[in-house]
């Protein structure tokens, strides 16, 4: 079992920045692939980032491509997303998720444990 708590959301004008955290709880953090999903009101939940275990492959979508960082500090068992050059279209609820395997992906089917998610929102 694996247990994920998001924070670093909020508040903030567009082309700010944010920087979110995932810390997740167990001994095996650095054999799970990770990934970042987001829900905004009234829309499916879509992928924004992904990374390997090792961190050595990642993967965005392509509306963050180049704005978003994803990485991982297995020592501290903790991931992140670095948020640049935000836009009203970003904001959204923001969720952490494990696999149970090294493997990446990109949908969210693939995934096993999810963490209570962490609002973003941009203003104009």
């Known amino acids: 079992q694996v247990q994920l708590v998001e924070s670093g959301g909020g508040l903030v004008q567009a082309g700010g920045s944010l920087r979110l955290s995932c810390a997740a709880s167990?001994?095996?953090?650095?054999?799970?692939?990770m990934g970042w999903f987001r829900q905004a009101p009234g829309k499916e939940r879509e992928f924004v980032a992904g990374?390997?275990?090792?961190?050595?492959?990642?993967a965005y979508a392509d509306s963050v491509k180049d704005r978003f960082t994803i990485s991982r500090d297995n020592a501290k068992n903790t991931m992140y997303l670095q948020m640049n050059s935000l836009q009203p279209e970003d904001t959204a609820v923001y969720y952490c998720?494990?696999?149970?395997?090294?493997?990446?992906?990109?949908?969210?089917?693939?995934?096993?444990?999810w963490g209570q998610g962490t609002q973003v929102t941009v203003s104009l």
């Open positions: 167990g001994r095996t953090f650095s054999s799970y692939a």
């Open positions: 998720a494990s696999r149970q395997t090294f493997l990446l992906r990109t949908t969210s089917q693939f995934y096993d444990f």
């Open positions: 990374l390997s275990s090792s961190g050595g492959k990642t």
